[in-house]
């Protein structure tokens, strides 16, 4: 049996489920709605405050949709309800971000600004040049904006120069050893 699938998601004050024909699941919250349609093996099932994720039988397909389709509920509900936050740090002399109207503007070293637009449903917030944090209610999209803006300029091994995420750690390489001058 699964150990994440089997663990019933508890609904909190203020947040609606509801499941639909062929699995079809929207959360309601005070920050916003999010609609997923589940694999139609599973079985979901709303029991007052909590919901349910069974599978039907120990085939291999539907073990490993019992965990993930618990889990999406999951975040469904935890996104409505508390929202999601990925931070990011930038590092290098000279780069910096800033927020323009709905536009986050990047210097990174390019000769031009790097600009990105702020997607519906993501609120990209710069409380220090060199911090960006993405807010937001959809798990997913909001992990897929930070990596985008992390695509702009990765981390190099060498200087660490780049963005990075805040908790993650850059292996650092040694640089090129000088060969002795005659």
Not at 76 to 91: A, D, H, P, R
Request: glycine share 10%.
């Amino acid at each position: 049996m699964s150990r994440i699938g089997k663990m019933p998601i508890t609904i909190p004050a203020g947040v609606d489920v509801t499941i639909g024909a062929n699995n079809e699941v929207t959360v309601k919250g005070k920050l916003g709605t999010l609609n997923a349609t589940m694999s139609a093996d599973m079985i979901i099932k709303k029991d007052g405050d909590t919901v349910t994720v069974s599978r039907p039988s120990d085939v291999k397909e539907h073990r490993a949709l019992h965990g993930l389709t618990r889990t999406l509920i999951d975040n469904m509900v935890k996104g409505v309800s508390e929202g999601f936050k990925k931070e990011l740090e930038i590092n290098g002399v000279g780069y910096r971000a800033a927020k323009q109207g709905n536009k986050l503007v990047m210097n990174l070293g390019y000769s031009h600004q790097v600009e990105m637009e702020e997607p519906d449903g993501i609120k990209i917030e710069v409380p220090q040049p060199n911090q960006i944090v993405v807010t937001g209610f959809d798990k997913q999209k909001v992990g897929q904006i930070a990596a985008q803006i992390r695509e702009k300029r990765p981390p190099e091994p060498y200087k660490g120069k780049g963005i990075k995420y805040v908790e993650e750690h850059i292996r650092r390489k040694e640089g090129k050893a000088g060969s002795k001058k005659k």
